[in-house]
């Protein structure tokens, strides 16, 4: 069987609040994204988070897309690039490097095909794929909560930190932050008495995409971020 899948991203302003997103159907489709970032970028995070939503199924892949960037830099230039040490003929760093560098991980054994579609000219798929990512770039804008999605049937949740952008130049969507951590208790300048009689307040910083994360779980628990995190200790 094939799939068949859209993929598309928007940012608003290009580079500013930038929202990513693939669509199969409506019971099965992802979206995210970043406080910051470019529309390549976010064209280019709308395809990797498909393969992975898709590593677990035996399935031809069609991916749906409307960036000529995103077609050309998987099916014709990325395997020069990589033969370079992922530069360009000119020498030159290639631009979003650490998302092109997990999309050919994850390329590896898969079956796939990409078909190029016009944009916004009522392509059913891309229609739907684009007004979601639209809505994440539209709700970082706003500070309004991400609408992620269900993701795919049977997908494997990502590790905390699987989708943060090491080492990236300023322009892409990166965070310093560090990645969220289960630290011991000494860490935190606590009395030698943990015993519990006592509420310490501790402050983790996360990246715009840890923190849809961690929002996600929250609400396939059913309880808010912190109880969330609390659960972990």
């Known amino acids: 069987m094939t799939i068949t899948a859209s993929a598309d991203g928007s940012a608003l302003g290009n580079p500013g609040p930038a929202g990513w997103a693939w669509y199969v159907d409506d019971e099965r489709w992802g979206a995210g994204g970043w406080k910051h970032a470019t529309n390549n970028?976010?064209?280019?995070?709308?395809?990797?988070?498909l393969f992975r939503a898709t590593a677990h199924v035996d399935d031809d892949l069609l991916v749906l897309c409307d960036s000529q960037y995103v077609i050309n830099a998987v099916t014709k230039w990325m395997r020069g690039w990589?033969?370079?040490?992922?530069?360009?003929?000119?020498?030159?760093?290639?631009?979003?490097?650490?998302?092109?560098?997990?999309?050919?991980?994850?390329?590896?054994?898969?079956?796939?095909?990409?078909?190029?579609?016009?944009?916004?000219?009522g392509h059913e798929l891309n229609e739907a794929a684009d007004t979601r990512a639209r809505a994440v770039a539209e709700a970082f804008q706003r500070g309004r909560e991400i609408p992620s999605g269900p993701g795919f049937p049977g997908a494997v949740t990502p590790s905390p930190d699987s989708d943060a952008v090491a080492n990236a130049p300023a322009n892409e969507p990166s965070d310093s932050s560090p990645?969220?951590?289960?630290?011991?208790?000494?860490?935190?300048?606590?009395?030698?008495?943990?015993s519990g009689t006592e509420w310490h307040t501790i402050t983790l910083s996360l990246s715009a995409a840890e923190n849809i994360r961690l929002q996600e779980r929250a609400r396939q628990k059913g309880v808010s971020a912190e109880d969330f995190l609390r659960a972990l200790i």
């Open 41 to 49: 970028q976010a064209e280019l995070k709308a395809v990797l988070e």
């Open 82 to 121: 990589k033969a370079k040490g992922w530069r360009k003929s000119d020498g030159k760093p290639v631009l979003n490097i650490d998302l092109l560098k997990e999309l050919d991980e994850v390329l590896v054994g898969r079956r796939y095909k990409f078909e190029w579609v016009k944009g916004h000219i």
């Open 179 to 194: 990645a969220p951590q289960i630290l011991e208790p000494s860490l935190f300048d606590l009395d030698d008495d943990i």
